[in-house]
């Protein structure tokens, strides 16, 4: 979906403002130089369908700190900037009193998200929106080994809402290939993790990603 507003110039008109939204697969900008068009852009935001009747995506936070040698997101989106709780956990309210039933958080490292002005941080973001009155799931993604704290992983095991489902990216299960990939962990301190997590939460779903990565000084058997 695209909105291009053409005619900036009218009557009365004297600073225009520019307006953004950042949706997963729709990126609307436009300038908005009346209250009528802001009306109209509201209008548009309140019928979108975010792609299902069921699935809706919340970005909690955009960028990245954690510069992995494989990634370009820190260069690209910038450091890591977490959204407002409040208006997060707005968001999810009304998505809720539309009939969303999956609610999805959005980051690139969800674990590290922190609100400076309510203090709040991941597993207490995830403790608030599971406690919104209403039939529906939380996932989220993505998650970093290095931030997933027990806190986050007793959040899950008591909340109602929350699936029981998490991807947990490893990317390499070789400690000289985690350091030069910049990942600030060990093989066996994410198995730690994930043995924390299995005995908090028995039936849980887990997935990984794994890169597979070459290098010119390692050479294969010539026989």
């Not at 009193?97 to 998200?113: A, D, P």
């Amino acid at each position: 979906m695209e909105l291009k507003i053409h005619k900036l110039k009218e009557k009365g008109v004297r600073k225009p403002t520019i307006f953004q939204l950042n949706i997963p697969k729709i990126n609307i900008l436009g300038f908005f130089v009346t209250k009528k068009l802001t009306r109209k852009l509201k209008k548009l935001i309140n019928n979108l369908n975010y792609f299902s009747k069921f699935i809706a995506y919340v970005p909690i936070m955009t960028g990245c700190n954690n510069f992995c040698a494989f990634c370009v997101v820190p260069f690209t989106r910038g450091r890591e900037i977490s959204r407002p709780s409040r208006k997060i956990i707005w968001e999810v309210k009304n998505l809720i009193k539309r009939n969303f039933k999956e609610i999805w958080l959005l980051g690139q490292n969800v674990n590290s998200y922190y609100d400076p002005e309510e203090k709040i941080n991941f597993s207490q973001l995830l403790k608030k929106i599971n406690e919104i009155p209403g039939n529906f799931w939380i996932r989220f993604t993505s998650s970093h080994p290095k931030d997933f704290s027990k806190g986050i992983i007793d959040v899950i095991a008591m909340g109602e809402k929350i699936t029981e489902y998490l991807n947990l990216p490893v990317q390499s299960g070789d400690n000289e290939i985690l350091k030069k990939m910049n990942r600030p962990y060990t093989i066996e301190e994410y198995k730690d993790i994930i043995k924390e997590i299995r005995k908090k939460i028995p039936e849980i779903c887990l997935s990984t990603d794994i890169i597979a990565v070459s290098y010119t000084h390692l050479t294969l058997p010539t026989n």
